[in-house]
Nanobody
Framework: QVQLVESGGGLVQAGGSLRLSCAAS????????MGWFRQAPGKEREFVAC????????RYADSVKGRFTISRDNAKNTVYLQMNSLKPEDTAVYYC?????????????WGQGTQVTVSS
């Protein structure tokens, strides 16, 4: 069972940037697709982005396309989410998970999450 630990969240002004990291345990990280979801207060967890095992294929939610970039470094067992041009509506707890797709059901082994707060 892979364990995931997210980091890099914080408070940022609208228009700013943050880079989230998700460190995975285990020797088989490079075998798996990975993704990011987020959950705002009072809302359901929603898909943000995912990346295949090699980093050659990615998918994004329409709401973040062109602003966020998902990437991975298999040598470091880490997946990243670069977030630019942040908006107050990006405020949420961000979670990484193992899997591929746009549904929570496509993912497993969630991390504990990292809070991102964007002030206006």
């Amino acid at each position: 069972q892979v364990q995931l630990v997210e980091s890099g969240g914080g408070l940022v002004q609208a228009g700013g940037s943050l880079r989230l990291s998700c460190a995975a345990s285990g020797r088989t990280f490079s075998n798996y697709a990975m993704g990011w979801f987020r959950q705002a207060p009072g809302k359901e967890r929603e898909f943000v982005a995912c990346i295949n095992w090699s980093g050659t294929n990615t998918r994004y939610a329409d709401s973040v396309k062109g602003r966020f970039t998902i990437s991975r470094d298999n040598a470091k067992n880490t997946v990243y989410l670069q977030m630019n041009s942040l908006k107050p509506e990006d405020t949420a707890v961000y979670y990484c998970g193992r899997g591929w797709g746009t549904s929570e059901a496509d993912f497993s082994s969630w991390g504990q999450g990292t809070q991102v707060t964007v002030s206006s």
